[in-house]
C-alpha cells in the first residue's frame, strides 16, 4: 500500500483527472501464447472530435474556404499525403505516422445520425445498431468472445464507462485513497455486502484492485519518474504544459501496468472537452490544447510500453464529427464524418483506411457534414479480428450485434 | 401500499428526502405523506444563506480578469518576462485561479450546508433535481463562477410554479446562454451579420440541448431542420457587455440587429417573426407538448424512485403534469401520493453529494469548510458544480457504483468518523438515521464495533445507508 502514498504520483493521476483524461482497462492477458500478447487500447475522445482539424485534408480544394478561420493552413499541417496532414499538436503522433505506425480514417461514423452526444456515445460504446440497444459495451462482449479463459477486468477512473460494462467483471481504480484504512472494515462490510448483488462484488474486486494497482505502480516508477507536473511558474503556458504532462503520465502509467504479466491485454481511455461549438482555434486554441493532451498520452504510452509497443494497437474514436462549415462562433456543430486515429507497433503500414468523399457542396452528408463512407463498427472489426483473433461469426452477432452487413476494414496487422 | 406509519416516515425522509438527522423520524412518522406535502410550496425552494453575489457581478468579475490577460499579454510582448510585484498581483491566471476557487466554493459550501441541515428535505431534493436538469457547469472558464448563482436566480424560485417559466427563466439566464454558446449565435441574414465582415452566424448548441435534454427528449420527434430552425429563433437572446449601459451588463438582453428576421417552422408549427417573443413563443409550446410530460416524468420517477421506474408512477406523474398544463406542485404532490413511491425496498443507490450530506445529517452535522467535502466529491466522481456535459450527472447506480468508489466512499465514511465520532452513542445513531430500515445485521455490526469510529463508519457504508 506504501506505493499509493507517494504523493508525486497520486498528484501526477489527479492531475490527468482533471485534465479530463481517465482510463479504464480490463482483460488480463492470457498466458503468453501469441494472441495473449496482443494488446488493444481504445482511446474515447467524448464530445464529439472534429476530424477536419485533427487530420485535415488541406489538398482538398474545398477545405479551406468551408473552414475560414478556424482552417489549418496547408504549410502548418504536418504532411500525410498529397491530401492529408495532421494537425501541427499531434507531431509524436506524426513521428509515428512517418515509420508506418499511424494511419488515419478520415471519414468515419457510428450507425447513429441522430447527432446527440448521448445517444451516439451509447452507440459508440454499445456496439449497438440502434441507441439503447444494449446495456453492456463491445469491448467486454469481444473479450467474452475471446473466452475460453479466466478474464480479469479493471477499470481506472473514477464513473465505470459503458464500453466496458457487460457480463466480465469489471474492476476500478482511481488515485486518492486518503487514509490507510481500519483492516477490520473491509471484512465487517463483506458481510454485510454478502446478499447485495451490486455492493458486495465492487467492494471485493476494489480491494484486489487496489494491491494489484499499488504493485504494478511500484514497478512502473522507473519510467513515471520526472513525469510529474511543474511545480509553479505562472501562465496559461505552463498550465498546457502541466496538462500534457499529466497526460503523458496516465500514458506511462498505463503502460507500465500493459507491461506486467499480469497486465490488462484490453485498455478504455477516455479524453473529454472536444465539444468546441466556439471559438475552437485554427494551429493555436482550444482544440489545439485537447490534441496536443492526446498526442501526449499516446507518446506516454508508446514511450511507457518499450518492447511492448510492437505488439500494440492504439485506435481513437469519437461519437460524431462536427460541421464541415465553420459556424457563426467560430466553432462548429454537431456532425457526422470524422476521423479515427490507428496506431501502433502492430499496425500494418498502409494509407488512408476507407474512401475521402471529397468536401465538395455534393458530398457532403445533409449539405453540411463530412459524409461517412466507413462504419465505425467495420474499423473495429478489423482491429479485433487481425489483431486479436476474434471470428467472424463472433463479430457480426454479438460483439457487434446484428452486423453481417457491415464490412471489416482489412489490411490493418 | 400499506407500510407502518415508521417505515413510511423512514421513506419519506431517505428516498423523498436527504436522510433523517436525529430526532426527524419520530416527528415525521405523525403525518409522514403530510409531511411532504407541506415542503411543497409556490414561492419555490429556499436559498442557501450568505451573502447572495449576483451572475452579474460574477461576470463583471469575470470580465475584468478578461481585460487584465488581455493587457497583461501585450505587457509581455512589449518588455517580456516582467517580474516585479505589481505584475505578479495582477497576473490574470492567479486572478482568474482565485475567482474560480473561492466564489463557487463559498456557493457550493453555503448550498451543502443548507441540505444538511434544512428540516424541508423534499423540497431541496426537489430542488437538486431541477438543477441537474438544466445544468449549468463550471467546467468552462465563463460558466465557472455563475452556477451557483444560476441556480439560485433560474431554478429555485421556479421549482414549485410551472414548468413553462422554469424553462424561460434557464433558457433566457445568463449562464445558459454562455454555457451553451447561445450569447454570440447571429442569425447569417441579420443586421448584424450583415455588418460584419468576418463570417458570423448560428450556433445550434442551445436550440439542440432544449430539444434534446429539457423538453421532449430526443425521440420526441424534431429532426435536424427543427433544431436549426429553432436555433435562428433564438437568436438575439444574449448578454449585455461592456459596451452596454452599466444596469443591462451581464443580464439578458435581446440583441434585435442579431436577430434571424422571417417566420420559422419548429415541428410543424409556424411561428412569425416576433423578435425575442419568437424564441419565447417556442419554448411555450415545447413546454405543452406530451413528449415534455412523458420525458420529464419519466425522468422524475427515475430520479427518485428506481433506475427502472414502474410504468405506472411514470404514468401518474404524466397525467397530473398534462391535467394542470405542467404545474410543478402538483406534479410533486401526485410523486408524493403515489403508491409506487411506497415501496419499502430501497431501489436507489445515493449518489456522492447525496451520501456525503446524509452523513453529516445523520450525526446532526452540517460540513464546516469546502476542504471536507470537495476532495472527496472530486475522487468520487462529482466535482462540485462540474458535471462533465450538459446532460448532468448519471442517476443511474452503474454510474457510481464502480468498485474504486465504493472503496472510496469506505475511505471517506473511515476519515469522516475518525473526525466526528467522538462522544457518540452510535446505536442511538443508527437508529435514528435508518429508523425502521435499520437490519438486525447491520444493528449488530454497529453494537459489536471495537470503537465508535468503527461503528459509525459500519452505519455509513451499510446497504441500507447507501441507499435511499
Known amino acids: 500500500m506504501t506505493a499509493l502514498a507517494s504523493p508525486t504520483r497520486r498528484a501526477l493521476l489527479a492531475a490527468g483527472a482533471g485534465f479530463g483524461v481517465s482510463l479504464s482497462f480490463m482483460g488480463r492477458a492470457r498466458a503468453a501464447d501469441g494472441l495473449g500478447r ?62 508506418g505506425q499511424a494511419r488515419i480514417a478520415p471519414a468515419v461514423a457510428s450507425p447513429d445520425r441522430a447527432r446527440s452526444h448521448f445517444e451516439a456515445q451509447d452507440v459508440l460504446e454499445s456496439g449497438a445498431a440502434a441507441a439503447y440497444g444494449t446495456s453492456s459495451g463491445f469491448l467486454n462482449r469481444a473479450l467474452e468472445a475471446m473466452g475460453g479463459h479466466r478474464v480479469e477486468a479493471l477499470s481506472v477512473g473514477t464513473t465505470a464507462p459503458l464500453i466496458l460494462r457487460g457480463k466480465v467483471q469489471t474492476a476500478s481504480w482511481s488515485p486518492g485513497r486518503e487514509t490507510d484504512g481500519n483492516p477490520r472494515l473491509p471484512a465487517i462490510l463483506g458481510d454485510l455486502y454478502a446478499g447485495d448483488p451490486l455492493l458486495g462484488p465492487a467492494l471485493a474486486q476494489g480491494l484486489e484492485t487496489e494491491a494489484m494497482v499499488a504493485m504494478a505502480r511500484k514497478d512502473a516508477a522507473p519510467a513515471a519518474a520526472g513525469m510529474a507536473p511543474a511545480a509553479s511558474g505562472g501562465g496559461l503556458q505552463a498550465l498546457a504544459r502541466q496538462g500534457r504532462a499529466a497526460a503523458e503520465g496516465v500514458g506511462r502509467t498505463t503502460a507500465g501496468l500493459m507491461r506486467r504479466p499480469d497486465g490488462p491485454q484490453v485498455v478504455a481511455l477516455s479524453i473529454d472537452g472536444w465539444d468546441t461549438h466556439a471559438n475552437q482555434g485554427a494551429v493555436e486554441g482550444q482544440l ?51 476521423t479515427a486515429l490507428v496506431m501502433g507497433g502492430a499496425l500494418k503500414p498502409g494509407g488512408v483506411i476507407g474512401d475521402w468523399p471529397t468536401l465538395k457542396p455534393a458530398a457532403l452528408f445533409e449539405g453540411r457534414d463530412t459524409r461517412p463512407t466507413l462504419d465505425l463498427r467495420g474499423l473495429f472489426k478489423g482491429v479485433l479480428a487481425e489483431h486479436l483473433g476474434l471470428d467472424r461469426r463472433a463479430l457480426d452477432t454479438t460483439v457487434f450485434p446484428d452486423s453481417a452487413d457491415v464490412a471489416a476494414a482489412t489490411g490493418l496487422a | 401500499m400499506t407500510a407502518s406509519p415508521d417505515l413510511a416516515a423512514a421513506i419519506a425522509v431517505t428516498r423523498f428526502g436527504l436522510g433523517a438527522r436525529p430526532g ?24 442557501p444563506a450568505g451573502p447572495a453575489v449576483s451572475t452579474a457581478e460574477r461576470l463583471a468579475g469575470f470580465r475584468e480578469y478578461q481585460m487584465d490577460r488581455r493587457e497583461a499579454r501585450q505587457g509581455d510582448r512589449k518588455d517580456g518576462d516582467d517580474q516585479d510585484g505589481k505584475t505578479e498581483a495582477r497576473d490574470p491566471v492567479r486572478i482568474a485561479a482565485r ?43 465563463v460558466t465557472a463562477t455563475v452556477a451557483g448563482p444560476f441556480e439560485q436566480e433560474a431554478i429555485r424560485p421556479h421549482v414549485f410554479g410551472r414548468f413553462e417559466d422554469l424553462l424561460v427563466a434557464s433558457s433566457s439566464h445568463p449562464a445558459m446562454l454562455l454555457y451553451l454558446d447561445q450569447a454570440q449565435s447571429i442569425g447569417p441574414d441579420s443586421r448584424a451579420a450583415n455588418r460584419r465582415r468576418r463570417a458570423a452566424g448560428l450556433n445550434e448548441n442551445l436550440a ?28 438575439g437572446w444574449s448578454v449585455g457587455g461592456l459596451r452596454e449601459p452599466g444596469d443591462r451588463q451581464g443580464r439578458f438582453l435581446f440583441r434585435p440587429q442579431a436577430h434571424e428576421p422571417g417566420a420559422r417552422t419548429v415541428m410543424g408549427k409556424a411561428y412569425r417573426d416576433g423578435g425575442v417573443d419568437q424564441g419565447r413563443a417556442v419554448l411555450a409550446d415545447l413546454a405543452a407538448r406530451p413528449a415534455t410530460a ?32 405542467g404545474d410543478l406542485a402538483a406534479v410533486a404532490a401526485a410523486l408524493v401520493e403515489a403508491p409506487e413511491a411506497w415501496t419499502p425496498a430501497p431501489a436507489k443507490l445515493k449518489t456522492p453529494y447525496e451520501f456525503l450530506v446524509s452523513g453529516y445529517r445523520a450525526i446532526g452535522a452540517r460540513p464546516g469548510a469546502i ?98
Open chain 1, 288 to 338: 489545439a490544447g485537447r490534441l496536443s493532451y492526446l498526442d501526449a498520452l499516446v507518446m506516454g504510452l508508446h514511450d511507457g510500453l518499450g518492447e511492448t509497443w510492437k505488439d500494440t494497437i492504439v485506435v481513437t474514436a469519437t461519437e460524431f464529427g462536427r460541421t464541415a462549415r465553420v459556424n457563426g462562433t467560430g466553432g462548429t456543430d454537431h456532425g457526422t464524418g470524422s
Open chain 2, 371 to 468: 476542504q471536507q467535502i470537495a476532495p472527496t466529491l472530486n475522487g468520487l466522481g462529482q466535482r462540485a458544480f462540474s458535471p462533465p456535459s450538459p446532460k448532468g450527472w448519471s442517476d443511474e447506480a452503474a454510474a457510481w457504483a464502480a468498485p474504486d468508489a465504493i472503496v472510496k466512499r469506505m475511505a471517506w465514511a473511515e476519515a469522516f468518523a475518525a473526525r466526528t465520532a467522538r462522544g457518540l452513542d452510535t446505536d442511538a445513531v443508527a437508529a435514528d438515521a435508518l429508523g425502521a430500515r435499520l437490519t438486525a445485521p447491520v444493528r449488530t455490526a454497529v453494537a459489536r464495533a471495537e470503537s465508535r469510529e468503527e461503528a459509525l463508519a459500519v452505519l455509513l457504508m451499510s446497504p441500507e445507508f447507501q441507499r435511499r
Open chain 2, 24 to 47: 426527524e423520524l419520530a416527528v415525521v412518522a405523525r403525518d409522514p405523506k403530510g409531511w411532504l406535502r407541506d415542503q411543497i410550496r409556490r414561492d419555490g425552494a429556499d436559498q
Open chain 2, 294 to 325: 412523458r420525458h420529464l416524468s419519466y425522468k422524475l420517477a427515475r430520479h427518485f424512485v428506481a433506475d427502472a421506474p414502474p410504468p405506472g408512477l411514470v404514468r401518474q406523474l404524466e397525467t397530473a403534469w398534462t391535467r394542470t398544463g
Open chain 1, 38 to 99: 496482443k494488446k488493444l487500447v481504445v482511446i474515447v475522445a467524448r464530445g464529439a472530435m472534429d476530424g477536419l482539424s485533427a487530420a485535415p485534408p488541406v489538398g482538398d480544394p474545398d477545405y479551406a474556404g468551408l473552414r475560414g478561420r478556424i482552417a489549418i493552413p496547408a504549410e502548418a499541417a504536418l504532411k500525410l499525403d498529397e491530401t492529408f496532414g495532421l494537425h501541427p499538436a499531434l507531431a509524436g503522433i506524426h513521428g509515428l505516422a512517418r515509420k
Open chain 2, 208 to 235: 439542440r440541448e432544449i430539444l434534446e435534454l429539457h423538453t421532449v427528449g430526443v425521440d420526441g420527434g424534431y429532426g435536424q431542420a427543427d433544431v436549426t430552425e429553432f436555433a435562428r429563433a433564438l437568436t
Open chain 2, 99 to 141: 475567482m474560480i476557487r473561492e466564489g463557487p466554493a463559498e456557493d457550493f459550501l453555503a448550498r451543502a450546508q443548507l441540505a444538511a441541515t434544512t428540516p424541508a428535505g423534499f423540497r431541496e431534493r426537489w430542488a437538486l433535481f431541477w438543477a441537474n436538469h438544466f445544468t449549468v457547469s463550471g467546467v468552462k472558464l
